[in-house]
């Protein structure tokens, strides 16, 4: 509670005390048995190369006390990027997770963006981003909620790689993410309560091995159809899940507001969900 506080503060805070130069963004989802996530980040341009954006992360399963997992759980995130030149960045990024119902993580991350000024025919405004990262999980419980009888300890070593473009009046995305080593072998019976999925905001449980997304958009002065599609793996799954994700962006004046749908598999034994989509992002 008291990270909780101190995020929302900083927020508060520090528009004035930077010249209120930045963006403010929320983005939530709501689903199935009181399923509920949000993600919260400031993006702070300190106008010398420098930008800076906590974040604050929660989701809870259910509020339904007599479903498993009902327990929310809380990530707190802090990245700090620079401009080396009009077309290159670099950026490292850290997130924890405090123990909540049974896991606690802790994971770093380093990445490189090239962004040039280019345009070809229709296409223009390329990007090619690589990110490397470890994450430190500890978990306490196994996958129906039973406490374990130690801890079980895992270190993994990720690799992330974005591109994207503008190809005439559409936008371009595309994500591959890949898991290049478990320190130690993934078991059956342990899962872990926060995993990402790209282009999607609601969270999903469980060690993933890979995946891989594509999201197109088209974008308007005002609004903007868009919609994804993400091929996931689970670590210890037979067969790759399927996500996909459409909505709806509208911008008034500085603030753009959006609505959707995600569809997806949460945990690997489940059968896919639909959650709806709601965000608000402002800039300063």
Same mark, same amino acid.
């Given at each position: 509670?008291?990270?909780?506080?101190?995020?929302?503060?900083?927020?508060?805070?520090?528009?004035?005390?930077?010249?209120?130069?930045?963006?403010?963004?929320?983005?939530?989802?709501?689903?199935?048995?009181?399923?509920?996530?949000?993600?919260?980040?400031?993006?702070?341009? &300190?106008?010398?190369?420098?930008?800076?954006?906590?974040?604050?992360?929660?989701?809870?399963?259910?509020?339904?006390?007599?479903? %498993?997992?009902?327990?929310? #759980?809380?990530?707190?995130?802090?990245?700090?990027?620079?401009?080396?030149?009009?077309?290159?960045?670099?950026?490292?990024?850290?997130?924890? +997770?405090?123990?909540?119902?049974?896991?606690?993580?802790?994971?770093?991350?380093?990445?490189?963006?090239? +962004?040039?000024?280019?345009?070809?025919?229709?296409?223009?405004?390329?990007?090619?981003?690589?990110?490397?990262?470890?994450?430190?999980?500890? #978990?306490?419980?196994?996958?129906?909620?039973?406490?374990?009888?130690?801890?079980?300890?895992?270190?993994? #070593?990720?690799? &992330?790689?974005?591109?994207?473009?503008?190809?005439?009046?559409?936008?371009?995305?595309?994500?591959?993410?890949?898991?290049?080593?478990?320190?130690?072998?993934?078991?059956?019976?342990?899962?872990?309560?926060?995993?990402?999925?790209?282009?999607?905001?609601?969270?999903?449980?469980?060690?993933?091995?890979?995946?891989?997304?594509?999201?197109?958009?088209?974008?308007?002065?005002?609004?903007?159809?868009?919609?994804?599609?993400?091929?996931?793996?689970?670590?210890?799954?037979?067969?790759?899940?399927?996500?996909?994700?459409?909505?709806?962006?509208?911008?008034?004046?500085?603030? #753009?507001?959006?609505?959707?749908?995600?569809?997806? %598999?949460?945990?690997?034994?489940?059968?896919?969900?639909?959650?709806?989509?709601?965000?608000?992002?402002?800039?300063?």
């Amino acid at each position: 509670m008291l990270l909780k506080t101190a995020f929302l503060s900083l927020i508060l805070l520090i528009c004035p005390w930077a010249l209120c130069y930045g963006q403010l963004s929320f983005l939530g989802v709501n689903g199935e048995r009181g399923y509920s996530a949000m993600r919260g980040t400031y993006k702070w341009d &300190m106008d010398n190369n420098f930008i800076f954006t906590p974040s604050y992360e929660f989701y809870r399963m259910s509020d339904n006390k007599d479903v %498993e997992k009902t327990g929310a #759980t809380y990530r707190y995130g802090l990245k700090s990027s620079y401009d080396f030149s009009d077309a290159w960045r670099g950026y490292t990024q850290f997130f924890w +997770q405090p123990p909540a119902v049974g896991h606690k993580a802790f994971s770093g991350y380093g990445g490189l963006v090239w +962004q040039p000024f280019y345009r070809k025919g229709i296409i223009k405004n390329p990007f090619l981003e690589a990110r490397l990262g470890v994450v430190r999980y500890r #978990t306490w419980v196994d996958s129906s909620g039973t406490l374990l009888s130690s801890p079980f300890n895992e270190t993994e #070593t990720n690799l &992330m790689l974005r591109s994207g473009a503008e190809a005439g009046p559409w936008e371009l995305q595309a994500s591959w993410h890949k898991v290049l080593q478990y320190k130690n072998p993934v078991l059956p019976s342990v899962s872990f309560s926060w995993a990402d999925i790209p282009f999607m905001t609601a969270v999903v449980q469980g060690f993933l091995r890979n995946a891989t997304a594509l999201r197109v958009s088209y974008p308007t002065r005002l609004v903007t159809p868009f919609a994804s599609v993400v091929r996931y793996e689970y670590a210890l799954a037979d067969a790759p899940a399927i996500a996909v994700g459409a909505g709806l962006n509208i911008r008034y004046g500085e603030t #753009t507001f959006s609505g959707g749908i995600e569809v997806f %598999e949460p945990r690997r034994e489940e059968n896919r969900k639909t959650f709806f989509s709601v965000s608000v992002e402002v800039d300063f």
